[in-house]
Protein backbone atom coordinates (compact mmCIF):
# COMPACT_ATOMS: atom_id res chain seq x y z
CA UNK A 1 0.00 0.00 0.00
CA UNK A 2 0.98 3.69 -0.86
CA UNK A 3 1.97 6.17 1.76
CA UNK A 4 -0.92 7.51 3.48
CA UNK A 5 -1.75 10.87 1.51
CA UNK A 6 -2.79 14.35 3.15
CA UNK A 7 -6.59 13.59 2.86
CA UNK A 8 -5.94 10.27 4.97
CA UNK A 9 -4.24 12.10 7.73
CA UNK A 10 -6.99 14.55 8.13
CA UNK A 11 -9.33 12.08 8.06
CA UNK A 12 -7.61 10.15 10.57
CA UNK A 13 -6.94 13.63 12.48
CA UNK A 14 -11.30 13.83 12.30
CA UNK A 15 -11.85 10.34 13.33
CA UNK A 16 -13.29 9.74 10.17
CA UNK A 17 -13.22 6.11 9.05
CA UNK A 18 -12.44 5.46 5.52
CA UNK A 19 -10.86 2.79 3.11
CA UNK A 20 -8.32 2.81 0.04
CA UNK A 21 -8.37 0.23 -3.10
CA UNK A 22 -5.22 0.53 -5.18
CA UNK A 23 -5.59 -0.16 -8.70
CA UNK A 24 -3.34 0.01 -11.93
CA UNK A 25 -3.24 3.92 -13.08
CA UNK A 26 -2.91 5.01 -16.81
CA UNK A 27 -2.36 8.28 -17.30
CA UNK A 28 -4.78 7.53 -20.53
CA UNK A 29 -7.78 6.34 -18.23
CA UNK A 30 -8.11 9.31 -15.68
CA UNK A 31 -11.81 9.43 -15.96
CA UNK A 32 -14.17 7.79 -13.10
CA UNK A 33 -15.77 5.65 -15.60
CA UNK A 34 -12.68 4.25 -16.28
CA UNK A 35 -11.27 4.31 -12.65
CA UNK A 36 -14.97 2.35 -11.43
CA UNK A 37 -14.64 -0.33 -13.91
CA UNK A 38 -11.18 -0.72 -11.83
CA UNK A 39 -11.80 -1.05 -9.17
CA UNK A 40 -15.12 -2.74 -9.15
CA UNK A 41 -18.21 -0.41 -8.46
CA UNK A 42 -20.96 1.40 -10.79
CA UNK A 43 -19.53 4.27 -12.19
CA UNK A 44 -22.71 6.66 -10.61
CA UNK A 45 -20.57 5.45 -6.94
CA UNK A 46 -16.91 6.72 -7.87
CA UNK A 47 -17.10 10.46 -7.64
CA UNK A 48 -14.64 12.90 -9.57
CA UNK A 49 -13.73 16.54 -7.58
CA UNK A 50 -14.10 19.73 -10.06
CA UNK A 51 -12.45 22.80 -9.53
CA UNK A 52 -14.31 25.75 -11.47
CA UNK A 53 -13.94 29.75 -11.03
CA UNK A 54 -17.48 31.82 -11.01
CA UNK A 55 -18.04 35.19 -11.38
CA UNK A 56 -19.61 35.21 -7.71
CA UNK A 57 -17.15 32.58 -5.84
CA UNK A 58 -13.68 32.72 -7.47
CA UNK A 59 -13.31 29.02 -7.04
CA UNK A 60 -15.30 26.46 -5.80
CA UNK A 61 -15.00 22.62 -5.44
CA UNK A 62 -17.89 20.35 -7.15
CA UNK A 63 -18.06 16.37 -6.35
CA UNK A 64 -19.79 14.35 -8.35
CA UNK A 65 -20.94 10.93 -9.68
CA UNK A 66 -18.46 9.92 -12.49
CA UNK A 67 -21.07 9.12 -14.99
CA UNK A 68 -22.27 12.25 -15.57
CA UNK A 69 -21.53 15.41 -17.38
CA UNK A 70 -21.61 18.79 -15.17
CA UNK A 71 -24.08 21.37 -16.50
CA UNK A 72 -22.26 24.68 -16.35
CA UNK A 73 -25.74 27.19 -15.92
CA UNK A 74 -27.30 25.08 -13.65
CA UNK A 75 -24.08 24.46 -11.51
CA UNK A 76 -23.56 28.15 -11.61
CA UNK A 77 -27.57 28.71 -10.76
CA UNK A 78 -26.52 26.67 -8.17
CA UNK A 79 -23.69 28.23 -6.74
CA UNK A 80 -24.39 31.59 -6.70
CA UNK A 81 -22.98 32.65 -9.79
CA UNK A 82 -23.82 34.14 -12.86
CA UNK A 83 -22.11 32.34 -14.81
CA UNK A 84 -19.04 29.52 -14.17
CA UNK A 85 -16.33 27.66 -16.56
CA UNK A 86 -13.92 24.36 -15.23
CA UNK A 87 -10.05 25.76 -13.97
CA UNK A 88 -7.92 25.80 -16.34
CA UNK A 89 -5.65 22.50 -16.36
CA UNK A 90 -2.40 24.67 -15.76
CA UNK A 91 -3.69 26.33 -12.68
CA UNK A 92 -4.90 22.97 -10.37
CA UNK A 93 -1.33 22.08 -9.13
CA UNK A 94 -0.98 25.46 -8.22
CA UNK A 95 -4.08 25.73 -6.80
CA UNK A 96 -4.94 23.19 -5.19
CA UNK A 97 -2.10 20.92 -4.48
CA UNK A 98 -3.22 18.06 -6.62
CA UNK A 99 -2.99 16.96 -9.94
CA UNK A 100 -5.25 15.76 -12.57
CA UNK A 101 -6.83 12.11 -12.07
CA UNK A 102 -5.46 12.57 -8.70
CA UNK A 103 -7.60 15.10 -7.12
CA UNK A 104 -8.75 15.03 -3.84
CA UNK A 105 -11.61 17.20 -2.49
CA UNK A 106 -9.82 17.12 1.10
CA UNK A 107 -6.70 18.64 1.84
CA UNK A 108 -6.66 21.02 -0.82
CA UNK A 109 -4.42 24.37 -0.59
CA UNK A 110 -7.27 26.20 0.65
CA UNK A 111 -10.35 25.89 1.87
CA UNK A 112 -12.90 26.52 -1.01
CA UNK A 113 -16.48 26.74 -1.25
CA UNK A 114 -17.73 22.51 -1.99
CA UNK A 115 -20.93 21.38 -3.05
CA UNK A 116 -21.19 17.76 -3.12
CA UNK A 117 -23.99 16.02 -5.68
CA UNK A 118 -27.26 14.87 -3.45
CA UNK A 119 -27.18 11.33 -5.28
CA UNK A 120 -23.68 10.39 -3.13
CA UNK A 121 -26.27 10.00 -0.11
CA UNK A 122 -27.84 7.27 -2.80
CA UNK A 123 -25.19 4.81 -1.28
CA UNK A 124 -23.50 3.93 2.46
CA UNK A 125 -19.96 5.10 0.74
CA UNK A 126 -19.00 6.91 -2.26
CA UNK A 127 -15.39 6.43 -3.78
CA UNK A 128 -12.99 9.26 -4.31
CA UNK A 129 -9.44 10.55 -4.96
CA UNK A 130 -7.45 10.60 -2.15
CA UNK A 131 -4.63 12.97 -3.63
CA UNK A 132 -3.30 10.14 -5.74
CA UNK A 133 -3.27 8.13 -8.82
CA UNK A 134 -3.68 4.94 -8.71
CA UNK A 135 -5.71 4.76 -5.80
CA UNK A 136 -9.11 5.45 -4.50
CA UNK A 137 -10.86 6.27 -0.81
CA UNK A 138 -13.99 4.61 -0.11
CA UNK A 139 -16.01 6.95 2.34
CA UNK A 140 -19.59 7.52 3.53
CA UNK A 141 -21.47 10.68 2.10
CA UNK A 142 -21.99 12.38 5.60
CA UNK A 143 -18.10 11.65 6.91
CA UNK A 144 -16.94 13.46 3.33
CA UNK A 145 -19.66 16.29 3.72
CA UNK A 146 -18.40 16.81 7.31
CA UNK A 147 -14.55 17.03 6.40
CA UNK A 148 -14.89 19.31 3.32
CA UNK A 149 -18.18 21.51 4.60
CA UNK A 150 -19.63 20.50 1.72
CA UNK A 151 -23.28 22.09 0.84
CA UNK A 152 -25.84 19.45 -0.64
CA UNK A 153 -27.25 20.04 -4.50
CA UNK A 154 -28.63 18.93 -7.40
CA UNK A 155 -26.31 18.96 -9.84
Keep these: MKAKTNACRIL ?8 LK ?8 LDAVSVAQK ?7 VFKTL ?16 DRELELKKTARLTGNK ?13 TGYIRGGCSPIGMKK ?9 AFLYDTISISPG ?5 MLIAPADLQRAVDAEIVDL
Excluded: H
Design 51 to 66: ILTGDALKYFVVILPG
Design 132 to 136: VRGMQ
Design 12 to 19: DSLGVSYS
Design 111 to 119: KFPTFLDSS
Design 83 to 95: SCAMLPLQQLLPL
Design 22 to 29: EYEGNPEE
Design 39 to 45: IGLPPGQ
